[in-house]
């Protein structure tokens, strides 16, 4: 069946730091796929998406590149700062379904 | 425009009870969807209304329910809570169906603990 995994977390860096959270799938054809982030009480927001191979998704610094042949979305972004501490999920659709990753939580040290 | 609203926010019940929670979407919005988040499962999809009708469900047993008013406002009901269906339980509507998820926007939660 169609699944999503991440990287566990917790990850910690300090500001500034580059980051990448690694995202694989598996699916059947070309999932589009999602990167949300969930603030400390908030509900999840769309940070950015893909919908087929190679594209390449960004918001607010971040980016994903849909890699076909890696089955992977890999979020990064090249100077990470003190508010970007969250909880980020990776996610595809596919057949009108969501699968979510199960988040992998970001602490940014100042 | 008021965004997506939750009630109530927190909830504790103890085991065998029933609970409803409920979910007013972004005005305009016809599609709601409801999900759950655990730790050790993370985020699950589990059904989604649009226009009063159910229109996708995720695998979760028949004591998960819900159901949409003509106002497009939501419930979901859990009878017979069980341990395990402590969650946060999140809300998300769009303008239409979300076949394609990028116009979701997602409540706060409601908090559920089953002691």
């Known amino acids: 069946g169609n699944s999503v995994t991440q990287m566990e977390g917790p990850v910690t860096l300090s500001e500034e730091a580059f980051l990448t959270i690694n995202c694989t799938y598996t699916?059947?054809?070309?999932?589009?796929l999602f990167w949300y982030v969930q603030y400390p009480g908030e509900g999840l927001q769309l940070l950015l998406k893909?919908?087929?191979?190679?594209d390449k998704g960004s918001n607010k610094g971040f980016e994903a590149t849909y890699r076909k042949e890696t089955t992977s979305f890999h979020l990064e972004k090249g100077s990470v700062q003190v508010s970007d501490s969250a909880v980020y999920f990776c996610a595809l659709i596919r057949d009108d379904k969501i699968i979510f990753g199960k988040g992998t939580r970001l602490h940014i040290l100042p | 425009k008021a965004g997506v609203t939750q009630t109530p926010r927190y909830l504790i019940k103890t085991r065998g009870q029933q609970v409803t929670l409920s979910c007013s979407p972004i005005s305009g919005h016809r599609s709601v969807s409801w999900y759950q988040q655990t730790p050790g499962q993370g985020l699950q999809f589990l059904f989604e209304y649009f226009s009063e009708t159910q229109r996708n469900k995720g695998n979760f047993p028949g004591r998960f329910s819900g159901r949409q008013f003509s106002n497009s406002r939501s419930e979901m009901n859990v009878s017979t809570l069980e341990l395990g269906d402590s969650a946060l339980y999140l809300c998300a509507s769009s303008l239409v169906a979300p076949v394609d998820y990028n116009e979701q926007f997602f409540g706060p939660g409601t908090r559920l603990t089953v002691l």
């Open positions: 699916a059947t054809g070309y999932p589009s």
């Open positions: 893909a919908t087929k191979a190679d």
